[in-house]
C-alpha cells in the first residue's frame, strides 16, 4: 500500500491581507526566537522611516530634496534624543520637516525597547513569555501580567502630558505675538 496520504493544508492567502500576515508572523517569530533582533529590527526601520520622510522635498524650505546622510543624521539624533543636526532646523526645515523630528524625538523618549514590545503587542495581538520578560526588564514592571496594561499606561500618559504641554506652549507663543502654525 502506497504511503499517498491526503493531508488538507489551508490554502494559502494571497489576498490584500497576505503580506501584513507574512509581516506580522515574520515579527512574531522574531519576538519569540530573538527578542534583541526585534529590538534592532524596530530601531533601524524607525530611524530609516524618519530619514526618508526628512529626504522628501517638502520637508525642506527651499522646497529641495535633503541630503539622505543629512537626513540620516537628524533622523539618528531626534530617535536618540541628542538633539545634533548637520542643519539649522529652524532654518532648513518646513513645518511638515519640524513635525516629523518632533515625532522622532517623541519616539525616542518612549524608548526603543517599549516600541518593540508595542509592536509585537500590536502585531501578534499578545506578548510571548520572551517578549513580556524583554518589556519588563524596559519598565521595570512587578509582574509578567502587567505588561500590556503598562505599556498602554505609559503611552497614553506620555501622549496626555505632551498635548496638555503643547497647548499651553502655542497659546503663550500665541500671545508673544506668533501667528499659529508657527506657535505650534
Known amino acids: 500500500m502506497a504511503n ?4 488538507w493544508h489551508p490554502p494559502k492567502d494571497s489576498g490584500r491581507w497576505g503580506p501584513f ?9 522574531l519576538a519569540n526566537s530573538s527578542p534583541a533582533r526585534l ?6 526601520v524607525v530611524i530609516l522611516v524618519f530619514a526618508g520622510l526628512l529626504s522628501l522635498p517638502i ?28 542643519v539649522s532646523t529652524a532654518l532648513h526645515w518646513t513645518f511638515f520637516g519640524q513635525l516629523v523630528i518632533l515625532i522622532g524625538i517623541f519616539v525616542g523618549g ?13 502585531v501578534s495581538k499578545r506578548l510571548g513569555v520572551r517578549g513580556k520578560l524583554i518589556a519588563q526588564e524596559a519598565m521595570n514592571a512587578g509582574r509578567l501580567g502587567e505588561v500590556g496594561t503598562l505599556l498602554r499606561i505609559v503611552i497614553t500618559t506620555s ?18 505675538g506668533e501667528p499659529l502654525p508657527q506657535a505650534l
Request: proline letters at 1%.
Open 39 to 44: 529590538v534592532l529590527l524596530v530601531f533601524t
Open 159 to 176: 501622549v496626555s502630558i505632551e498635548l496638555v504641554l503643547a497647548f499651553f506652549l502655542a497659546v503663550r507663543f500665541m500671545v508673544l
Open 110 to 122: 518612549l524608548g526603543i525597547l517599549t516600541l518593540a514590545s508595542l509592536m509585537a503587542l500590536m
Open 59 to 86: 520637508s525642506a524650505a527651499d522646497g529641495n530634496v535633503t541630503p539622505f546622510d543629512d537626513a540620516l543624521f537628524t533622523a539618528v539624533s531626534a530617535v536618540c534624543v541628542t538633539g545634533l543636526t548637520t
Open 21 to 29: 500576515r507574512t509581516a506580522r508572523d515574520f515579527v512574531d517569530s
Open 4 to 7: 499517498n496520504v491526503n493531508v
